[in-house]
């Protein structure tokens, strides 16, 4: 499975790296600060980061186009290629310091060296993780999405549902809960309560991409943002931070995380 990056910047990707050059340039790490003058850690940490930079976006490359660890967790996986990429990195920090300083690491020191190039390539990769990993999608997962939209923007019995809503919440529903003989809409941007019977909107809404979990509770699928046990309990998250319950018939609705 190839994974494709639904946003991705280079101006930010040039800002990190170029913050990150400057940053080391003025504090030195590694002893740089009392060997070298500015004008050469900054092309000392430039050669370093820059260097670590290329292997990172190689590696994490590879592991897509070969599928590595794709049943692991994102971070799992960013965990995995930052400790292979720190071990070139190590190499690189290592020939550096032979280069620009004239100095040899001892080699009972190279342990405590990649751990540290580990911390550090950990802190600053995880601003990409955060600012990208997040919006990483899958190939098939973007084509199905795609399917969903088209397929609730041409079904009848749905555009019949969405003009009961107001425009100014609009359609991209999280969840919908029955009280007495009105259910609450909830979408993205907002909520109404509509005189409608539950039963009427579950089945004006039989071909969204959605799931009961309770006899009082429908959500849609995108909504869901983990489901949890509590003993024989379980609950769903949805993505504005509210927990329903899912009730014992329709349990098997989603899997554990």
């Given at each position: 499975?190839?994974?494709?990056?639904?946003?991705?910047?280079?101006?930010?990707?040039?800002?990190i790296?170029?913050?990150?050059?400057?940053?080391?340039?003025?504090?030195?790490?590694?002893?740089?600060?009392?060997?070298?003058?500015?004008?050469?850690r900054?092309?000392?940490?430039?050669?370093?980061?820059?260097?670590?930079?290329?292997?990172?976006?190689?590696?994490?490359?590879?592991?897509?186009?070969?599928?590595?660890?794709?049943?692991?967790?994102?971070?799992?996986?960013?965990?995995?290629?930052?400790?292979?990429?720190?071990?070139?990195?190590?190499?690189?920090?290592?020939?550096?310091?032979?280069?620009?300083?004239?100095?040899?690491?001892?080699p009972?020191?190279?342990?405590?060296?990649w751990?540290t190039?580990?911390?550090?390539?950990?802190?600053?990769?995880?601003i990409?993780?955060?600012?990208?990993?997040?919006?990483?999608?899958s190939?098939?997962?973007?084509?199905?999405?795609?399917?969903?939209?088209?397929?609730?923007?041409?079904?009848?019995?749905?555009?019949?549902?969405?003009a009961?809503?107001?425009?100014?919440?609009?359609?991209?529903?999280?969840?919908?809960?029955?009280?007495?003989?009105?259910?609450e809409?909830?979408?993205?941007?907002?909520?109404?309560?509509?005189?409608?019977?539950?039963?009427?909107?579950?089945?004006?809404?039989?071909?969204?991409?959605?799931?009961?979990?309770?006899?009082?509770?429908?959500?849609?699928?995108?909504?869901?943002?983990?489901?949890?046990?509590?003993?024989r309990?379980?609950?769903?998250?949805?993505?504005?931070?509210?927990?329903?319950?899912?009730?014992?018939?329709?349990?098997?609705?989603?899997?554990?995380?």
């Open positions: 499975m190839i994974f494709y990056f639904k946003e991705f910047s280079w101006k930010k990707e040039v800002f790296i170029g913050f990150a050059i400057v940053i080391f340039a003025f504090f030195g790490p590694f002893g740089t600060f009392d060997d070298l003058g500015f004008a050469i900054l092309l000392f940490w430039a050669v370093a980061i820059l260097g670590c930079s290329t292997i990172f976006w190689f590696v994490f490359f590879l592991f897509d186009r070969f599928a590595l660890f794709n049943n692991s967790s994102k971070f799992i996986r960013h965990i995995f290629i930052v400790i292979i990429v720190t071990i070139p990195g190590t190499l690189l920090i290592y020939y550096n310091n032979i280069v620009f300083r004239d100095i040899a690491i001892p009972e020191q190279l342990l405590w060296l751990f190039v580990f911390s550090i390539g950990m802190i600053l990769t995880s990409h993780f955060f600012s990208y990993f997040g919006k990483i999608q190939k098939e997962e973007i084509h199905k999405e795609e399917v969903d939209r088209i397929h609730v923007e041409t079904d009848e019995n749905i555009s019949l549902f969405f009961k809503l107001p425009q100014e919440i609009g359609t991209d529903l999280i969840s919908l809960s029955a009280h007495d003989h009105y259910i809409v909830i979408t993205k941007k907002g909520k109404k309560m509509l005189h409608m019977k539950f039963s009427t909107a579950m089945e004006l809404l039989e071909n969204y991409p959605g799931t009961r979990i309770h006899r009082s509770h429908w959500v849609a699928n995108n909504a869901v943002e983990s489901v949890k046990k509590n003993g309990k379980k609950s769903v998250k949805l993505v504005d931070g509210r927990i329903l319950p899912i009730s014992a018939k329709y349990k098997s609705s989603f899997a554990v995380s």
